[in-house]
């Protein structure tokens, strides 16, 4: 396996405080062993990411704290589980999105619809040409309900599958698909309004 | 490409540094779960291996005695 440098760290002690360049394999045994100061550098480190994950999904700005406190207290806690497969960057954010997706479900805010809805029709004829602030995006995110807000983040901003989505969030693939295409309608109206997108 | 697909490229621009009270919170958490746990044992490998020594130590003890003892009865 090759070593990976994970970053410009100050993981040393007290007697040794020059920060130095640390392998992901050194950085993980440190947090194996609950080392404060290894577990204080990957939450700076990774603090702002999964932070802004978590607002992404949440509308309340202390469930996004109360669902980041959790996900990384997950990680800390379960990175035995951690089977240095994939990429650990990815193993923490999964564990950040379910964290987001658990408050969801604690708010009771996540309802879907059933699928006798009619399958709505996707439209391509649309661009968005300016630059979206962060205040922007996060704005426009919090006027989706909130089924379409997370579908739209687990496909478009995750990457995930629609057959994921279904399994993740337990609904049906052609919900999945419906939320999709109804939360990328709303926004296309939504920035055809502000005069950030325009029809092709 | 899906128009759609610009959320996803200017991410890194709602990047924020969570308050300060997150990090005391998680680590009020994982200081009580430190706490609540029961102690691991440490394992020391040089320990083992003086344990083993010191068996091996009196078997040949034992046996020269045996030996000794048959040799002058």
């Known amino acids: 396996m090759y070593a990976k440098n994970v970053g410009f760290l100050h993981l040393e002690k007290k007697d040794n405080p020059q920060p130095r360049f640390v392998e992901e394999q050194t950085l993980l045994s440190r947090l194996v062993e609950e080392d404060r100061l290894a577990q204080k550098w990957l939450y700076e480190r990774y603090s702002p990411l ?32 951690y089977q240095n497969t994939g990429s650990f960057e990815g193993w923490m954010r999964r564990i950040m999105v379910n964290e ?17 809805q009619p399958f709505p029709d996707a439209r391509d004829d649309f661009s968005i040409d300016a630059e979206l602030s962060a205040r ?5 995110l919090e006027e989706l309900p909130p089924g379409y807000r997370t579908v ?47 029809e092709t | 490409m899906d128009p759609f697909d610009i959320f996803k490229q200017q991410e890194s621009k709602l990047h924020e540094k969570p308050p300060e009270q997150v990090w005391k919170k998680l680590e009020k958490r994982l200081e009580q779960r430190r706490r609540a746990r ?13 344990v083993v020594a010191l068996v091996l130590l009196v078997l040949l003890f034992a046996a020269v005695m045996v030996w000794w003892f048959v040799r002058n009865s």
Do not use: W
Request: charged share 30%; with cysteine.
């Open chain 1, 50 to 81: 999964f932070f802004s994950v978590c607002r992404r999904y949440l509308s309340s700005r202390e469930d996004a704290e109360e669902a980041l406190v959790s996900g990384f207290f997950k990680i800390f806690s379960q990175i035995d589980a």
């Open chain 1, 100 to 116: 987001a997706l658990m408050m969801l479900r604690k708010r009771r805010t996540l309802v879907f619809p059933g699928d006798e």
């Open chain 1, 136 to 140: 922007e995006i996060l704005s426009l």
């Open chain 1, 152 to 198: 739209f983040n687990l496909y478009v901003m995750e990457g995930y599958k629609h057959h994921e989505i279904a399994d993740m969030l337990g609904i049906s693939i052609n919900t999945s698909k419906s939320q999709l295409i109804l939360a990328k309608e709303k926004l296309r109206k939504l920035l055809l309004t502000k005069g950030i997108g325009r």
């Open chain 2, 38 to 50: 029961p102690r691991r044992r440490v394992r020391k490998p040089e320990l083992h291996l003086g």
